[in-house]
């Protein structure tokens, strides 16, 4: 059994053997492997890459074989050709190739492989002329790691690298360049040991060009100016007059430190455009593309310059054509024009600076703008003093009618005038010096009557402010017993209006507590009682409890009567009674003025009898007393029409709660209850 498996196996190998032969022969026969491995190079070019090969004897062509991305096919079979261009690639692709020569005969080859990575060649997009060197710019190539930059002088030889630049980076300057030779650049892309195609050769005459050039409207016309450039025998300056306009030589300046050219032969509202160029001999800088745009405007006058209660009051003359106006400042003693006010509005013809600082003296100048455009302006030296208008404030106290002003700087003295009621002139009362002191006190003016007041900055015979209009009060005695009426959860014209004829006739005054939501229905009586020096003060917009109101809707019932009353008489309340006296320490804490109650209440709501009112009052009155009514009831017009000439006859100045606070001395604050009015 042994002997038979062996003789087995030896005749398998033989046959085996003999396959092997057999087949070896016959492949030797058909194919043949004399033709010579095909060498052939890689390389980029603009859109593709070229694979360029020597010719192999024997051969009737060529297969070309790419693999990219892992996957391999057959590219191409050329015929009659060395070189092949690969078209089917893209940007920052890695390509594997292979060249195979074949024969009609079926002969065999031998094969190798090459890699190439395309690159695409990024373009020249500018090569300029400046003053440091000639500047090149060029398209960005994606996925570059950085590019070369090449240069040949003249026509001739092989362009040498001068720079290699980083990827993100695309312009570069060639300070190595001398003047009025030629050059040719390019610039090629690189991705790792590949680089792509050349982009191209650009040529160009170096000169320096001028830089920083400027058009600026002037009064005599456009100035054009530039940075020098030393290297250069002078300039040429070319103008046009739109993008489709062409260019013109204006003018040469044929000396190099000259770097500013006045073009006076143009047009007023008309747009220009300009460029320099350098030259040097028959080389011209090409302008550097470099320009300057302006629309010329011819300028305008100031006509006049007046003082004003609050600043300087700035007039022109406004000519047609204009899109706006730019206000110029200068205070003595400085040169420069400072810009404080500028307007869209080209019909405008006046503006008040309100930024002039009292005790400086400014000269003031305007140019005219259309669009971003602005013309020259005059210079104007003739300055004037801004003495500002002290605003003035007035009240009673303790001593007489306190007056008290703001500073205005400059002052030597302030000069205080009065006009009673009856008086048709103004009267000079104080002059107070300018050192500091801001106040003063009236004690000559008649008690009882209406008094106004103005007030003066004076610096010398030739400076003074203006006086603004006259602050008014009635004074109030401090040493006479005094009592303030107060009418609650008006108006009501019937009785409000009542109220208001009796004090009148027994020149009296008295303070309204108005409920805010009655006020467009009644804004007549409100008026009326304003007009009579009766305070009108705050009562909330809904009559609304405050102690059980939350923050915002208290804020929100005084902000609203405190508005509406504004919008009737320009002034707005500064004292708040709540409703029915209800205060406790969150009311405080949330209304920010004086809270005001009543030491007499004459409880005319609840029995609406004249006789009860006049005898309550009667009983409770005394100085400083804050009397309690509301104007809602025929009994309480009628009550007043026999209190308000008893109290008079009685002695009692009838008074507002204001008036009577500050004549008694007391400094009431917001958050704060008060129920009368003790001497301090």
């Not at 070896?24 to 980029?44: C, W």
């Not at 025998?233 to 007059?241: D, P, S, V």
């Not at 220009?272 to 300028?299: D, H």
Request: glycine share 6%; aromatic share 10%.
């Amino acid at each position: 059994m042994k002997k038979n498996k062996k003789r087995i196996i030896a005749a398998l190998s033989v046959l085996l053997i003999g396959i092997v032969t057999a087949c070896a022969v016959f492949f030797i026969r058909t194919y043949d492997f004399s033709l010579e491995e095909t060498q052939f190079t890689t390389e980029n070019k603009n859109g593709y890459i070229r694979i360029i090969w020597d010719n192999t004897e024997g051969a009737d062509g060529y297969y070309i074989f790419k693999e990219h991305n892992g996957k391999s096919k057959k590219a191409a079979t050329v015929i009659n050709s060395d070189s092949y261009n690969d078209e089917e690639i893209e940007n920052a692709g890695e390509y594997t190739y292979s060249v195979v020569a074949f024969s009609s005969s079926g002969k065999s080859f031998y094969k190798s492989e090459k890699k190439q990575v395309y690159v695409a060649p990024p373009a020249i997009t500018g090569c300029d002329n400046t003053v440091n060197g000639v500047a090149l710019k060029w398209s960005a190539t994606e996925k570059a790691d950085g590019y070369g930059i090449f240069r040949k002088t003249g026509d001739e030889g092989e362009a040498q690298p001068v720079a290699r630049v980083q990827w993100g980076v695309t312009e570069y300057c060639d300070a190595s360049v001398i003047l009025a030779d030629t050059y040719c650049y390019t610039v090629v892309a690189y991705i790792g040991e590949y680089s792509s195609e050349s982009a191209g050769e650009i040529k160009i005459d170096f000169i320096p060009a001028t830089e920083n050039v400027k058009a600026e409207n002037t009064l005599e016309g456009i100035k054009v100016s530039w940075d020098e450039v030393s290297a250069v025998e002078g300039y040429e300056i070319y103008r046009r007059n739109g993008e489709n306009d062409e260019w013109k030589r204006i003018a040469t300046v044929s000396d190099p430190k000259t770097v500013s050219f006045c073009d006076k032969d143009i047009g007023d509202r008309t747009f220009y455009e300009y460029k320099v160029n350098t030259y040097a001999g028959e080389l011209k800088s090409n302008y550097n593309n470099i320009t300057a745009k302006t629309f010329f405007i011819s300028p305008t006058l100031i006509k006049n310059v007046e003082l004003r209660e609050n600043g300087f009051h700035v007039s022109w003359y406004k000519n047609e054509g204009i899109d706006g106006y730019i206000i110029l400042r200068k205070t003595q003693g400085e040169k420069e024009w400072i810009p404080v006010w500028a307007s869209a509005d080209g019909n405008q013809e006046a503006y008040t600076d309100t930024t002039a600082e009292s005790g400086k003296s400014y000269s003031y100048t305007v140019s005219q703008a259309i669009g971003e455009y602005a013309s020259a302006y005059i210079e104007n030296d003739e300055s004037r003093l801004f003495v500002a208008t002290p605003v003035l404030q007035v009240k009673n106290s303790p001593s007489g009618v306190k007056l008290s002003w703001t500073k205005s700087s400059g002052a030597a003295e302030y000069r205080i005038y009065r006009k009673m009621s009856g008086e048709e002139e103004w009267t000079e009362i104080d002059a107070v010096k300018g050192d500091g002191t801001v106040s003063c006190i009236d004690k000559s003016v008649t008690y009882g009557e209406k008094a106004r007041y103005r007030i003066k900055a004076w610096v010398d015979d030739e400076n003074e402010s203006l006086m603004r209009k006259s602050v008014s009060l009635y004074a109030v005695d401090p040493d006479k017993p005094m009592v303030a009426l107060t009418y609650d959860d008006g108006p009501y014209a019937p009785v409000t209006n009542s109220i208001i004829k009796t004090l009148k006739k027994h020149n009296a005054r008295a303070t309204f507590f108005i409920v805010g939501s009655r006020t467009e229905e009644f804004e007549d009586c409100i008026k009326k009682a304003d007009k009579a020096g009766c305070e009108i003060a705050n009562h909330t917009f809904a009559h609304t409890n405050l102690t059980k109101a939350k923050k915002k809707e208290i804020q929100s019932e005084i902000s609203k009567t405190n508005k509406a009353v504004e919008a009737v008489i320009g002034k707005s309340p500064v004292l708040v009674r709540a409703p029915g006296g209800a205060v406790d320490d969150k009311v405080k804490k949330y209304v920010e003025y004086p809270l005001i109650n009543w030491s007499v209440d004459t409880l005319d709501w609840k029995y609406r009898n004249a006789s009860s009112v006049i005898a309550k009052t009667k009983n409770g009155v005394k100085d400083g007393s804050i009397v309690l009514m509301h104007d809602l009831y025929e009994s309480t017009a009628a009550a007043s029409k026999k209190i308000i000439p008893w109290l008079i006859e009685e002695g009692y100045q009838l008074v507002t709660v204001s008036e009577m606070m500050d004549a008694k001395g007391m400094n009431i604050k917001k958050g704060e209850l008060y129920t009368k009015a003790e001497q301090k």
